[in-house]
């Protein structure tokens, strides 16, 4: 391959729309990186961008799709940071657990909790011959801390990712050092789950009606914001192995 190494590579999930899609776009603008998202999205390769069609609910396939991330040796051997952004997530069920779908709840947990921690295993795998950092960034919530009626799946999920990312953190402290890990908060954000949360009866979700008023008062953050506060972060080394952020307080 004849282009140029890089010194940024990045690994999102879910990057058809929201806030993965904001993050590939930062990411890239950065000018020295090369930026694979993780989606249900056709597959492709353009320049320094590439898309890696995957189902994160089918765990299984996770391995192959770091398979077919389209660098060689040429091009990652300038590398600074290697950066995998477990953006991805659901948020429904949003009902009482005695009202849930059983399968929906098993559905959240594997793309929520199961997915990151298994894109953590093959992560370590594909870079750990890369020279530089490298970075596994979880996106979590409030909901991580707080309980919010009808959101069982969904604060399970999001409270074991951030005990996940403590003990990730730990482990790679040993095993490998050039290792870390971190989980990161972005707020309340106007994306397409936030409309499907203004959607909820109060019989869902009984906290609708506070989300309706952030939404028409204008108070959410756009997903361009949380990307370019995040790749900021990251960049800048601002972040350390083990930390739980808010991005609010870190941006502001």
Known sequence: MDSPSVEYLFIITGTTRGIGRALGERALALGDSFVVGFSRAEALIEGNRQNVRVDLNAT???????????????????????????????????????DCDTEALAGNIRVNLTAP????????????????????????????????????????????????????ALEFSRIDPAFH?????????????????????PEQFERVDKFIDLKSKNALFTPEQTARDLIRLIVEERLVNGGRYDLREMAG
């Open 181 to 201: 890990v971190c989980a990161v908060a972005p707020g309340t954000v106007d994306t397409d789950m936030q409309a499907q949360i203004r959607q909820c009866t």
């Open 60 to 98: 299984e396939a996770i391995g192959a799709a770091f398979d077919a991330i389209g660098l060689d040796s040429e091009r990652t051997g300038g590398l600074k940071k290697t950066v995998l952004i477990n953006n991805a997530g659901v948020l429904g069920p949003i009902a009482p657990i005695v």
């Open 117 to 168: 921690m298994v894109l953590a295993h093959h992560f370590y795998r594909f870079s750990k011959s890369f020279p530089g950092e490298k970075w596994i960034v979880n996106i979590t919530s409030g909901a991580s801390r707080s309980p919010y009626f009808g959101w069982s799946a969904y604060g399970a999920a999001k409270a074991g990712l951030d005990m996940a990312t403590r003990t990730m």
